[in-house]
Structure formats: C-alpha cells, structure tokens
C-alpha cells in the first residue's frame, strides 16, 4: 500500500523566508503527486499537481514543487513566505488508476512577522 | 460557479442520535468522498463512491452510512453505533481516478 511521509508537523518561518514542506511516497512506480493548502475551518484547496509532464510543477500562491524519482521525494517550496501562507498543507499520492488518494498527516505552516 | 456544497456548517447530535451530513456538486464528476478530519491525524477516508448506486467503504466505515442515488448527491449518515463521532467532516469529488479532488468546506459535527 501506498505511504505519504510528510516531514514535521509544524514548520516555523519568518515573513521573506524561504518555505520548504518535504513530502516523501513509498511507490517505485511514479504516482500522480498532489500538494493541497488548508485554511482553517475550511476545505482543502489544490495548490499543484504533478503528471508526469514536467518534474518542476508550478503552482498557485507563487508555490513549486520538484518531483524527485530518485528520491521518492516531491517538496513544495516557496521563495518569500508571506503572512497569508499560515495555513495546513497536505501531500497526497494516487497510484496510477486508483481513485483512492493518499493523504501525508500535514504540516503546519506558521509565519513570523 | 461550480462547486461542493456541505450543510449544515456545525452540527450537534445527541446520545442515540442518528445526523445525516448533506453534500452537493454540481461539477458533474463521477467520484464523491467523505473525510474525517481530527487534529493531527489528516484525511482518513470513510466511504467513496465511483459512480451513482454504487459505493465502497474506507479505512473507517463503522458507525457511517452512505447512498448515492444521484451523481451530484453523496449524504453521509453518523449512526448512533459510531462512538466517538466528534470531528470535522469533509466531502469531496473528482472527475476520475487520478485527478485532484475538489472539497467542500466541511461540516463540523459535536456531540450535545
């Protein structure tokens, strides 16, 4: 079965810095890779999504992701954390013709002023 | 604008109570899900559904009932049978396996 490890479930930046959210999947065949922001109280919103066109995905909210096959790895990154990126992130992996996508347990961005 | 509905926002069930969580698409997809959500344990999947009259349970199903008797409808029922039912609870849907899921804004539900 399909495992998501997302690295610390709280994350500290300062407003300017460098965001760095690090997700890891156990699959040897590359999955569909997903990064979703949550607010709180609120649904999940899809941030990006890597499918096999481009290993640096582009997102929304001037959030990337790179997909690494040798790594098993997909870290989202933001150049300039701004204080509107406080929020719940979660990676999540689909195996290819699967409907059913793993969850990591989600990292807890908070931003310093 | 399309888009996932969920009411009511907060829900409150009493002892020996069954609730039934509502969740509207209109989105015109194939696959619903319904979520719970508690601190810190992430997105654990209660029931899915790939397409209308059918559905499937998920890794926590007990005390939890579903119907999809439309394709843009996907009620959750929390039985009196589900102990701990305290959570927030979200529902979602994607067009077919392998695309992101869009979500609702979640229903919140406490016990009286």
């Known amino acids: 079965a399909q495992s998501v490890t997302q690295l610390g479930s709280h994350v500290s930046v300062s407003e300017g810095a460098l965001v760095l959210l690090r997700c890891n999947y156990s699959?040897?065949?590359?999955?569909?890779l997903f990064w979703y922001v949550q607010y709180p109280n609120q649904g999940l919103q899809l941030l990006l999504k890597?499918?096999?066109?481009?290993?640096l995905v582009k997102g929304i909210n001037g959030f990337e992701a790179e997909f690494k096959k040798s790594e098993t790895s997909f870290h989202l990154t933001k150049p300039s954390a701004h204080m509107s990126d406080a929020a719940e992130y979660f990676c999540?992996?689909?195996?290819?013709?699967?409907?059913?996508?793993?969850f990591g347990r989600g990292t807890s961005l908070i931003v310093h002023p | 604008d399309g888009g996932i509905t969920q009411s009511p926002k907060y829900l409150f069930r009493k002892e020996g109570q069954n609730v039934t969580l509502s969740c509207e698409q209109n989105?015109?997809?194939?696959?619903m899900y319904w979520y719970r959500q508690d601190p810190g344990q992430g997105l654990r999947l209660i029931y899915y559904?790939?397409?209308?009259?059918?559905?499937q349970k998920g890794d926590i199903a007990e005390g939890y009932s579903v119907s999809r008797e439309k394709k843009e409808s996907f009620p959750l029922t929390v039985t009196s049978a589900q102990k701990n039912p305290t959570a927030f609870y979200l529902c979602?849907?994607?067009?077919?396996?392998?695309?992101?899921?869009?979500f609702g804004d979640g229903t919140r539900l406490s016990i009286l």
């Open positions: 979602a849907s994607s067009i077919t396996h392998n695309q992101p899921q869009h």
């Open positions: 699959s040897s065949v590359p999955p569909y």
């Open positions: 890597y499918t096999s066109a481009a290993t």
């Open positions: 999540a992996v689909s195996d290819q013709g699967s409907y059913i996508p793993t």
């Open positions: 989105l015109n997809h194939d696959a």
């Open positions: 559904s790939q397409i209308v009259n059918d559905f």
